[in-house]
């Protein structure tokens, strides 16, 4: 596989936009960011920042059932809408519950945790959205390493929201600029969302995801998965399971 | 496979960041515009423009090989390097030449033919570049049809360069709102192309395509290949031969 040159002594930021271009983006050591906005890694934040103990992120509902047969509690969702007979969607105020405090959830949703599975291989995975985004910057900034961006999209397609939260991320790390190189979806990620940052609802006005939401009626989730910090939780894949990264 | 809604009476326009992706944006009814601004479609648009009769993209060095055994002229280019023993690279300079005139050149480059052969089976495939791109524009605006923008983009990784020209259609085209509806990706390269206009050589500053052509002494092509509206030609695939569109 061939890999893009990087300056000597500079990581590499790079926006992976679809899980299915993960194997071109792969670098052994880069640290993966799954980012699934709308609404996979805002619900799985929240969840952490509500108590949960761990989640379990699970591609098919095949193995959602299985774990809910088990006893377990189980988040699924296809095409933003929960699906019955399961604990929660993916909206990030189903978890804002005491139900699920030092529990373990599984989760299973269209495209945010079939990204998670893309990068089951990676050095490391962890969970990415505006509301532990101070927080994942910080620590992203601290580690010698590269960073994979990797955006969930819809079904293999680009979604907006989440090259703009990727570009707001390779924002932050490019003020380091002796650290930190960008390849070139980080840099046009990183344009986007400074064209976007005084009014993100702008950009997102006429964008399918938006629209797919608004038309289910959640435009509360839109507002509070765009919000900033609501938490300082970095969740991180550990053996299949997610868990809260110790910093 | 699903497929984005689209309001009714409207033409979707979209944006394929890579051909690794064209499955999930395939339309059956979709006419699809293969970018390779460096250099690819630039070089096609190029030749068509200094009188070549018809060009035979092939993926393959071995079947470009096999061309040249036969007596066709052959451009061949992987990594931005013409490649010994062909007759070009995929320097549009290359083919301001009286040796191409009323002849057939086969053309194999490191991404473009890559992203015709993904095309293969669209229900028509047309050659972009910002050197055909009002003649393009104006004739995508007059068929009935969805439009697909393909990026033909780097070894299956995003390029800036053809997501500006992608934004530079995407743009063009929805001013007719009553007609074409953008999808995310082309909503996207729109904001790009707004924000990039005045200066696109400050956008690419930076971007791995430009710095690599750089490094090999290809600026002057890469200025060329910025330039608008040297040709009126719209290249057709037809029956695996690009020839001039009859508009």
Redesign the interface.
Same mark, same amino acid.
Request: net charge positive; proline share 3%; hydrophobic share 45%.
């Given at each position: 596989m +061939?890999v893009?040159?990087v300056p000597s002594g500079k990581l590499l930021v790079e926006?992976c936009? !679809?899980p299915?271009?993960y194997a !071109?983006?792969h670098r052994e050591h880069s640290i993966v960011v799954v980012i699934d906005i709308f609404r996979a890694t805002s619900a799985i934040c929240t969840a952490f920042q509500y108590g949960v103990d761990k989640m379990i992120p699970v591609a098919g509902l095949e193995e959602a059932s299985a774990y809910k047969a088990k006893g377990y509690l189980v988040g699924a969702e296809r095409n933003g809408v929960a699906i019955d007979g399961f604990d929660f969607g993916n909206s990030p105020f189903s978890y804002m519950s005491d139900a699920i405090l030092g529990k373990t959830v599984v989760i299973s949703t269209t495209n945010g945790t079939q990204a998670i599975e893309a990068a089951r291989h990676a050095h490391q995975v962890v969970i990415g959205s505006f509301l532990n985004m101070t927080a994942l910057c910080s620590w992203l900034s601290k580690q010698e390493k590269d960073v994979m961006l990797l955006c969930s999209g819809?079904?293999? =397609?680009? +979604? /907006?929201e989440d /090259?703009l939260f990727a570009g707001a991320v390779s924002d932050r790390l490019s003020r380091d600029e002796k650290r930190f190189k960008?390849?070139? &979806?980080a840099? &046009?990620a990183k344009? /986007?969302f400074q064209? &976007?940052q005084k009014n993100p609802y702008r950009?997102l006005h006429?964008?399918?995801?938006k629209e =797919?939401l608004s038309a289910l009626g959640l435009k509360e989730d839109i507002k509070y998965c765009l919000s900033l910090d609501k938490t300082e939780i970095i969740p991180v894949l550990e053996n299949g399971k997610l868990t809260r990264l110790l910093v």
């Open positions: +061939s893009p040159v926006v936009l !679809s299915q271009l !071109s983006y819809w079904k293999n =397609r680009f +979604s /907006m /090259m960008l390849g070139d &979806a840099l &046009a344009y /986007m064209t &976007a950009l006429g964008s399918s995801h =797919r």
